[in-house]
């Protein structure tokens, strides 16, 4: 039987040719896996980063008209590790948060202060998301809800 056009005749054992293909695929192989590892490393540090609002509904009660009051809400980490909560966001420009970062520690709780403005008069609900995480931003959702009755 003759040779096909093309084939190439794997070179002996122990050759340097040989030995330089191995390097080159355990150095792939390596490259692979480590990118893989990262990569499930990566979603379970997502998955170990949870933090809840306890509660996830805060009543504040009455707020009297063109005051502001600092509410607390608490967070609770879930995780094993400490997770810093980096910022925030509202519906509503009356909601400012106060002191972050803050970090929340490992299977601990912290409370964050929300400072709320009386400015309008009526019930009011408010959503205030909290921004944390390292690599990638998560968030948990706290709904405010109170009162502000009517300027005498």
């Known amino acids: ?13 122990g050759s340097r040719r040989r030995d330089q293909r191995q390097v080159v695929a355990c150095g792939l192989f390596a490259i692979v896996v480590g990118v893989a590892c990262f990569l499930g ?4 540090d997502h998955s170990q980063e949870l933090l809840v609002a306890a509660p996830g509904l805060v009543d504040v009660g009455t707020i009297p008209f063109g005051e502001s009051v600092v509410v ?5 980490n879930r995780s094993r590790r400490d997770t810093t909560v980096v910022g925030g966001t509202s519906d509503c420009t009356c909601v400012a948060l106060d002191g972050l970062p803050i970090t929340v520690p490992a299977s601990g709780q912290r409370p964050i202060p929300v400072r709320l403005s ?3 008069a ?5 959503q205030v998301e909290l921004s944390y995480g390292t690599r990638v931003l998560r968030g948990v959702v706290v709904t405010i809800r109170g009162r502000v009755p009517a300027p005498q």
Request: proline content about 17%; charged content about 30%; hydrophobic content about 35%.
């Open 41 to 44: 490393v990566e979603r379970f």
């Open 118 to 120: 009386g400015a309008a």
């Open 72 to 76: 607390e809400v608490i967070l609770q």
């Open 1 to 13: 039987m003759g040779k096909r056009r093309g084939a190439r005749n794997p070179p002996p054992p």
């Open 122 to 126: 009526g019930p009011f609900e408010r």
